[in-house]
């Protein structure tokens, strides 16, 4: 491992601050590994507002007030990752399972439907790697931990 790039909430530096002690790293924080900005949504119980959920769901381009459209979240992580996986260095990028499922999208080609429908995820300190084959091709698979369903806000 050659470097750590980590969201910059605190619950992915903490992970990211784990490995970073035990290999001797610096961890890079960047915004573009943010998870879905739920805006005023954010924090909720997801049973009682649900429905709304769904919406900005089901209408990828609609803003949720406060934070960003899923849209916005596709955008900012395929940028990222679009540039980052272009690095020579062997690196660990810690994050959320929507940046997980964009990603995902974004090595299948699929840059359109809803970022939290795919099914490569795992629990809470799950670990995925990326890989490239011979032919330049990207694939993501569970090196860690539970896989799971993606569920949305996990």
Do not use: W
Request: aromatic letters at 10%.
């Amino acid at each position: 491992m050659e470097r750590i790039v980590s969201s910059p909430l605190l619950r992915a530096l903490e992970t990211a601050d784990a490995y970073a002690e035990v290999f001797d790293l610096d961890v890079i924080q960047d915004r573009g590994l943010l998870s879905f900005h739920l805006g005023f949504l954010g924090g909720k119980d997801k049973k009682e507002y649900q429905e709304l959920l769904d919406y900005f769901i089901e209408h990828p381009k609609s803003v949720i007030p406060e934070g960003e459209s899923l849209d916005e979240l596709e955008q900012r992580t395929f940028e990222f990752f679009d540039k980052e996986l272009r690095s020579e260095k062997f690196t660990v990028f810690v994050t959320h399972n929507s940046n997980c499922v964009c990603l995902q999208n974004q090595i299948e080609g699929n840059k359109t439907g809803i970022p939290e429908s795919d099914e490569v995820s795992v629990k809470p300190g799950g670990i995925l790697g990326i890989f490239l084959d011979k032919d330049g091709k990207y694939s993501v698979e569970v090196l860690f931990g539970t896989e799971e369903e993606a569920a949305f806000g996990s």
